[in-house]
């Protein structure tokens, strides 16, 4: 899985994004130790605190597939058609799996940029216990 391949896995997966309110559709899709991809879009709420991003829905579906430890990489695409840059929260997420995984994104396939997850949240948050 190429880093084209796992961006292009995104941009298909915005078509289920759920986004009455922005109308700013997102879609993501990770790729595990395994080959598999989990994807998600965003998902917005009428109470907009209770929405989950496209970065969250993918993580934790391929969290709750058990794969808690093999994140490798992460490709966010939008419909702005701009590149995008996950949240401060879905950094957050993400650096709970892996201080490497990386971050794929681009305006388009041809132009991607590529960030590990420890660049775009420096000293991210860790329990001392964990
Ligand atoms: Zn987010």
Redesign the pocket.
């Known amino acids: 899985m190429t880093d084209r391949e796992l961006f292009i896995q995104a941009q298909d997966a915005m078509q289920y994004a759920y986004a009455p309110y922005s109308r700013y559709s997102v879609g993501a899709a990770v790729l595990t130790g395994t080959g598999e991809i989990f994807r998600g879009a965003n998902i917005e709420n009428a109470s907009y605190g209770a929405t989950l991003?496209a970065?969250?829905v993918a993580i934790s579906s391929a969290v709750f597939a058990g794969h808690k430890d093999d994140l490798i990489a992460i490709a966010i695409c939008a419909s702005s058609g701009e590149a995008v840059y996950?949240?401060g929260?879905?950094r957050q997420f993400l650096f709970e799996f892996g201080a490497d995984i990386r971050v794929i994104t681009g305006k388009t396939v041809e132009a991607l940029e590529i960030f590990p997850i420890s660049e775009l949240l420096p000293n991210g948050f860790r329990l001392e216990n964990k």
Do not use: A, L
Request: charged share 30%.
């Open positions: 991003c970065e969250r996950p949240c929260i879905c």
